[in-house]
Structures are given as structure tokens and as C-alpha cells.
């Protein structure tokens, strides 16, 4: 068996549609994400660890910044009068 890289397509290593759905399934349940973050299409468009990689990561610092956006702006609200 010859190692895999990141960036083999898994449908030329013998993937089907049935085993894509299914994984597809098992990575939005494993890292909590909705069909919105990564769906089967994305996965189709671009079958490698390394899209699905950069697909769940960009989720994760989104929804971090904008955490960090909500937690500055309610620091930043100055009271009437302060000024």
C-alpha cells in the first residue's frame, strides 16, 4: 500500500459517491458543522484532504473572529455623557 498525500484526489484512488456521502457525513459530524460549512458538493468540487482541510479550517477562524468582533464591540460602547 503507497502513502497518501493531501493532496490525492479521492474519487482516482477508487472512491465512489456512495463512500463520499458517507464521509462527508462522518467529517461534518466529527467537527460539528452543517451541510452550510461543507457539504457533499463541496466534497465533490474538490475531493482532497487538503480542500477539506482549508474548507473547516476557514469555518473555525470565521467564527472565531467574529467572536472577537461581538466581544470588542460591546467593550467599545461608550456611555452617554462619557465623552
Known amino acids: 500500500m503507497q502513502d497518501i498525500g493531501v493532496i490525492e484526489n479521492f474519487f482516482e ?8 456521502t458517507r464521509l462527508v457525513a462522518k467529517i461534518r459530524s466529527h467537527f460539528k458543522t452543517s451541510d452550510q460549512v461543507f457539504s457533499l458538493t463541496d466534497f465533490f468540487a474538490n475531493p482532497t484532504v487538503f480542500h477539506i482541510a482549508a474548507k473547516i479550517d476557514g469555518f473555525f477562524v470565521t467564527t472565531k473572529l467574529e467572536s472577537k468582533r461581538q466581544e470588542l464591540r460591546a467593550l467599545a460602547v461608550v456611555d452617554e455623557g462619557e465623552f
Open 13 to 20: 484512488l477508487g472512491g465512489d459517491s456512495l463512500i463520499a
